[in-house]
């Protein structure tokens, strides 16, 4: 299975980037992982014209989980549980679209397969993307049996 993360926007800050790049290499060993970062745009229309940049990367078949602080909150063992359900599901790519600061608009939440919630605290979306990786790498682990996860 591969993994895809779309998100608005660059990482911008230091410990972002580490957290990221450190998360994303460890999941290699478990997936093939990508992460795709789109503009964020400015204006009344923002919202909107970054979704529309995240669907145009996002394929019919693929499974697609959107951030979303209203979504499903799940431990970590849950969400062990659903990923191996996206891992026997077949489909060629797992989409994580995160949204820039403005969340993500209706048509990308429409479009998901999933609405994943990490929290019903609100994150900037440097440091969502940095928990997600993690998690991705948690599940992971905790679906091979290995030590990680407590």
Known sequence: ????????????????RTGCALYQDRLTRYFGVSV???????????????????LDRVDDDDIVWALDR??????S?????????????G???FVIAIGGP?????????????????????FVHEMARLIALEQLYRAAKILRG???HR
Request: no cysteine; glycine share 6%.
């Open 1 to 16: 299975m591969n993994v895809a993360v779309i998100a608005v926007d660059k990482l911008r800050e230091p410990y972002a």
């Open 91 to 93: 489909k060629h790519r």
């Open 77 to 89: 063992t849950d969400l062990a549980r659903r990923l191996a359900g996206v891992e026997r599901s």
């Open 102 to 122: 403005d969340g993500l608009d209706e048509t990308v939440l429409s479009r998901a397969d999933l609405r994943w919630s990490l929290s019903p605290l609100t």
């Open 36 to 54: 795709i970062e789109t503009r964020k745009e400015a204006g009344p229309s923002a919202i909107l014209l970054e979704g529309r940049s995240i």
């Open 70 to 75: 209203a979504g499903v909150a799940m431990s």
């Open 146 to 148: 290995e030590p990680y």
